[in-house]
């Protein structure tokens, strides 16, 4: 399996910015997107954005123009730079990876242990 950190979550105000980082450790395997989910309790969990090694991103509706997803496939991260933060925003936001083993066909969807973000009120 491939091993994701995130980091950056944390406390901020309502119009504050955040940037979220994550590191995967993936020996043996081919990494396909990287990207971002966020869930609260009770609710699913709901993809932010993700990006693919040639750079295609893919944005949810609900923070374009706000979050902007990058990449370093060369150095395993993702980050999420997060602007303008409402307190909807409030979510555990989880790393993910989709990634195979080499010399397989068999696509893996690895998650992170996840990162709280608080928006103050």
């Known amino acids: 399996q491939v091993q994701l950190v995130e980091s950056g979550g944390g406390l901020v105000q309502r119009g504050g910015s955040l940037k979220l980082s994550c590191v995967a450790s993936?020996?043996?395997?081919?990494?396909?997107?990287m990207g971002w989910y966020r869930q609260v309790p009770g609710k699913q969990r709901e993809l932010v954005a993700t990006i693919t090694g040639a750079d295609r991103i893919n944005v949810a509706d609900s923070v374009v123009g706000g979050f902007l997803v990058s990449g370093d496939f060369a150095k395993n991260s993702v980050y999420l730079v997060m602007n303008s933060l409402e307190h909807d925003d409030t979510a555990t936001y989880y790393c993910?990876?989709?990634?195979?083993?080499?010399?397989?066909?068999?696509?893996?969807?690895?998650w992170g242990a996840g990162t709280q973000v608080t928006v103050s009120a």
């Open positions: 993910n990876a989709v990634a195979r083993k080499l010399g397989s066909y068999q696509w893996l969807n690895c």
């Open positions: 993936r020996p043996g395997f081919i990494i396909d997107v």
